[in-house]
C-alpha cells in the first residue's frame, strides 16, 4: 500500500516537471523582443479603464457555497456506497434520511432563488 | 508492467533481482511510457477534432503538411515552441507564469490510476476512482490563478465562468460515480472494471454467465442513467460545446486564456486536450468495461497474473494489446460524440447551463442512487441484510426484477424531473418577457 503512494510521489514529481519542459524549451527558442503597446493589457482596440479588483456578481459564491454542501454530502456518502453490500436496512435508512434532509435543503435553495441566475 | 518486468528479469533471464527493484523499474519505465504518449495523444486529438469538424462543416481541414495533413500538429507544436510570450505590464508575472503549470500538473497525475490494460495500471489505489476526481478538481485553482493574474476583465470574467461551471458539474458526475459504486462495493478502478464481465449480465450478479467481457454497467438502468448524467458533466467539465462558456470567443474574447500566447497558450491547450482524453477515458472504463471485451479474459487467464504465477508473459502482451485496442476504440468513439456535439449544437447561455446542472442533473442523481440502492437490495441482500421475499428466488429471476423495477424507477424520475425543470425554465422565460414589456413601454413613455 505504501509502495503505492511512493509510485504516486514519483508520478508527481514528473507532472510537476513535466509543463516546465517545454517553458523552458520555449524560453531558449522564442524571441524577446517587448514593447509598450504590446504589453498593454488586451481590450478591444481600447485602453483597459478602472481596477480588475472590482465587486463581482455575487451568484458564483452562492453557487461555492452550495458547492461546498454537496461535495461534503459525497465525501460522506462515498464510504457508505463502499460499505453498501454489507450495511443492510438500518444503513439504508440512515443514508436516506440524509438525503431527503440534503434534498429538502436543494428545495428549500430552488424555492428561495439562490439557484437563480439574475 | 510489473508482472511483465519481473517475468523478463527473473523467468527468462533468471538473474533474481530483488522484487523493489523491480518495482522500481516497472514504474519508471510507465512513467516515462505514459508521459510521452500524452502529448502525442494531444496532438493527435486536435488534428482529428479538426479535421471532423471540418466534415461536418462541409470544408477539408488541414490537409497540407505531410500526408493528409498528419504532420499539422507538430507543425503547431513549433510554432508555439518559437512564439514570442507576451506578458502584459500590468500582470502578475509569478502567478501568470504558474497558472499553466498549476492547470497541466493534475492533468497528468490523473493518468497515475488509469488502467490501459489487464494488468496494465501505473498504481492500482484502492480509493482509485476518489483520486482521480479529486485531483481533476485541483485544475479549477489553475483557471483561477490565470484569471486572476492576467489582470484582464476578459480574463476574470472567463475563469470565472470556468470555475463556476467546474465546481457545479462536478458534483452530478461524482454522484453518478456514487451509484456505479454502490453496485460494486470499490473504489478501485481495476476491480470496477473486472466486475464487468459476463455477457450483458454482469457475472458478479449472476453466477454462471459465460464470460464475453461485455457485463458492462451500461446494461443496467442505474449504469445508464448514470451515464448520461456522467458524458452531460464530462462535457462541462471538460469545458467542449455546448458547454464552451468560460472561452465563449464571441462574448469574452478567449476566457482565462486571453492573454496568453506561446507555449503557455499551448500548455492550456494541452491540459483541455489530456483532460478530455482522460474524461472520455474513465467514461469507457467505468460504463463500458474499460479493457472488458471478448477475448481479453481468455488471454489473461493464461498470462501471468497474481493469480496464475506460472503464466506466459507472451500472452500478458496479447491480452494487454487487445486490451488497450478496446479502451482506445471505446475512448476514441466518446471523443467523436464530443467532436459531434460541437459540430450540432450552439453554445448555451450561463444560467441554462447552471440551472441545468443544479435544478436537472443533481435531482436526477439522487433518485439513481435510490435506484442503485434498490438493485443492491433485490439482488445481493439476503436475509442478515433484513430481505427476506427474495430468498427463494433463482439469481437470474432477482436480476430480472431488479432491472423491471430500476427501469420504472428511473423512467418515471427521468419524465417528472424534465416535466418540473421545463416548468421552472418557462415560468423564467414568462416573468423576462414581463419585465422587457415593462422597460419597453417606460422607455417609449
Redesign the interface.
Known sequence: MLANYAFIAIFFVAAVTFPLAPLVLAFFLRPKRPTPIKQSTYECGLEAIGDLRVQFKVQYYLYALAFVIFDIEVVFLYPWAVAFNQLGLYGFTAAAVFLIILTAGLIYEWRKGALEWV | MYDIVNGLINTTFGWNWPG?VI?LIS??LV?TLL?AIAPFQMLFLTYYERRAIARMQDRIGPNRVGPAGLLQPIADGVK???????????ADRWVH?LA??VV???T??M??VLPWGPGMV?????VGL?FFFAISSISAVGLLMAG?AS????A?LGA?RA??QM??Y??PA??SL?AV??LT???SIVQLIEAQAGLFISSADVPGVPDLGLGWFIFTPVGLLAFIVFFIAALAEGERTPFDIPEADSEI?AGYM??YS???F??FYLAQYVLNFLLCAIAAVIFFGGWQGPGVGWLYDRAISPANPDGNWVFNLLAGFLGVFYLLAKTYAFFFVMVWLRGAFPRLR??QL??FG??FL??LT?VN??SA?IW??LL??GP????TFTQNWTPILRWGVAFAVTLAVNIVAYIALARIFAA?QAE?GRIDLDEYRDTLTATLR
Not at chain 2, 82 to 90: M, N, R
Not at chain 2, 384 to 387: S, T
Open positions: 523493489w518495482a514504474h519508471l512513467t508521459f508555439m515552441f518559437t512564439k514570442e510570450d507576451i506578458v502584459p505590464a500590468a507564469f499553466p503549470c497541466v500538473a493534475p497528468m497525475l493518468f497515475a501505473p498504481v492500482d489505489l484502492n476518489l486572476l489582470s484582464n476583465k476578459f476574470l470565472m470555475v463556476a465546481v457545479s462536478e458534483i461524482v454522484l456514487l459504486v454502490m462495493g470499490t473504489l474574447v486571453t492573454e506561446g507555449m503557455k499551448g500548455l450561463v444560467d447552471m440551472d443544479w435544478k443533481i435531482p439522487l442512487i435510490v440502492a443492491v437490495a445481493r441482500w442478515e441484510q433484513g430481505i421552472s423564467q
